[in-house]
């Protein structure tokens, strides 16, 4: 597995001799233990002992990270009374940065007199997680099966484990279970299905205990001797595994050693994004003859790669592994919308869906923007304002033959010419900041109403307020202090650009 985006972790004997079971309990030098080796453009260097996690005497092996890799499940392993190999699995938390003092979990998921290995965490409904594991306890299939328990979201309870059912054991063994995230695909070893010999790596989709789609990976993955802990590097295609197969290092014979191998698994993965376009409060029609255009935009250097689809139904447009794309929805009437799309979001399948909701295009209409507050007699910008306005630049982005004025609007306490010079002031710093941005100063209008213009009347009155008394910033105050902006027609927009280049030749 890797520790890191450049550091691969696997357990190791790291000996070149033939161990038989009676040295291995005797010397300790030979117990397995976990080691790292840093990647150096296409080769590792040499591995290091990782000591984080010590076995005390005792063999460990078998990593693999939650989903936020703020827990680290690993195996202990050791040889009971009748000379068994008898594993358990622990856990340590990171905290301040630290790893803390392994913990082994509860006694239903060490089963007391069997082994319990090969941890793998899967993400589940409402931020759970699954724990798959391999163990030999009764009610099986048959030898070594794989088992899952789910995780509550504070990674601190383990429901009782269950079988993952016969899709996935058979009569024989089953081992190295994985799951991996971006492609929402389990993949696991068996020697009790229809193998090329010895284990073989197998992939499904599912959960728990209902699977489909089992498969046999096949060649080159697979061979004629055991091939396991099949391990995808996130989105990068980059995967790992372990074959005892004819390899370079072998000691005793041909196949006599598990040796790890590297793979290229781009052209299996295939991902794509689907959604609808919904007029906004529109949930149930789609909009009819609405655009969805895809543009990659992952690598400035490169030409951008671009797609789109008719989305009078359900668009599906093909992405890439490792790539960002910009997703645009458009129909005529409307403002257009734009999302980004990658693999590396936290998605749960093959598929991503992105939905739009677009707004129609009214000139003179007036739309709010929510959360843009100012301290008591200023007109700086907040934080929240600035993220609100960082939406409306994005709208004037995705719709760039729209000119926009932006309008201020105070409450009625205070004089009427303060109250419109200040609110002149605020819709002034909305339109800085957009320039700031990057937004062409000819589509920006900034205009304070003052009180001019309340949605609530009953405030217009400076010593009433109907809700109470005219005492404190009562609810209508805080309706009517606003900022909205409205779409401009051609006429209004070359008007304002006119007066704009009248005032700077003054």
Not at 81 to 99: A, F, L, P, Q
Not at 362 to 368: E, F, I, P, S
């Amino acid at each position: 597995m890797m520790w890191d985006d450049s550091t691969l972790l696997f357990a190791s004997l790291q000996s070149d001799t033939l161990i038989t079971g009676k040295k291995m309990d005797v010397l300790s030098e030979h117990l397995i233990r976990f080691f790292t080796a840093k990647q150096e453009g296409k080769s590792y260097t040499k591995a290091r002992p990782f000591n984080t996690f010590k076995g005390n005497g005792q063999h460990v092996a078998n990593g693999a990270f939650s989903t936020d890799k703020d827990r680290f499940y690993f195996t202990k392993c050791k040889r009971n009374d009748d000379s068994k190999i008898i594993c358990s699995i622990y856990m340590s938390r990171k905290e301040n940065g630290e790893w803390q003092e392994p913990a082994k979990l509860n006694k239903e998921i060490n089963k007391e007199g069997y082994t319990n290995t090969q941890p793998a965490i899967a993400p589940y409904r409402n931020g759970r997680e699954i724990l798959y594991f391999v163990s030999n306890r009764p009610d099986g299939e048959g030898g070594k099966d794989i088992w899952y328990s789910v995780i509550d979201e504070d990674g601190e309870d383990y429901r009782r484990p269950r079988n993952a059912g016969s899709s996935i054991n058979t009569k024989g063994d089953e081992a190295t279970p994985f799951f991996h995230e971006p492609s929402n695909t389990f993949y696991f070893s068996s020697n009790g299905q229809m193998t090329m010999g010895g284990y073989d790596i197998y992939k499904a989709k599912g959960s728990k205990n209902r699977w489909n789609n089992v498969a046999n990976m096949g060649k080159p993955l697979n061979s004629s001797t055991d091939d396991m802990y099949f391990r995808l590097s996130g989105t990068s295609g980059t995967g790992f595994m372990v074959s005892n197969r004819p390899g370079i290092f072998s000691i005793r014979s041909e196949t006599c050693c598990d040796d790890i191998f590297s793979f290229r698994y781009y052209d299996k993965m295939r991902f794509a994004v689907t959604g609808n376009v919904y007029e906004e409060g529109e949930q149930d029609n789609p909009l009819d003859n609405a655009v969805v255009e895809l543009e990659q935009v992952s690598n400035k250097d490169q030409t951008a790669q671009s797609d789109s689809a008719l989305a009078n139904k359900p668009y599906l447009l093909p992405i890439s592994m490792n790539q960002k794309y910009k997703l645009t929805a458009s129909r005529d009437g409307y403002l257009a919308s734009s999302q980004t799309v990658s693999i590396e979001e936290a998605m749960r399948s093959d598929t991503i869906t992105k939905d739009f909701y677009l707004t129609k295009k009214v000139t003179n209409q007036a739309y709010k923007l929510e959360n843009i507050y100012y301290d008591y007699d200023k007109w700086d910008l907040r934080k929240q304002a600035k993220k609100t306005l960082d939406t409306l630049y994005q709208i004037l982005v995705d719709n760039p033959d729209i000119a926009i004025e932006l309008r201020s609007h105070t409450d009625s306490r205070g004089a009427n010419d303060y109250n419109k010079k200040l609110s002149q002031k605020r819709a002034e710093s909305c339109v800085d900041y957009l320039i700031q941005k990057g937004i062409d100063k000819n589509r920006l209008v900034a205009e304070g109403y003052g009180e001019s213009k309340p949605l609530v009347e009953g405030c217009t009155q400076k010593e009433e307020c109907p809700e109470e008394g005219g005492k404190g910033d009562c609810p209508c105050y805080q309706k009517n202090r606003r900022t909205e902006f409205t779409i401009l027609d051609e006429t209004e927009a070359k008007v304002s650009d006119q007066d704009q280049k009248t005032e700077e030749s003054q």
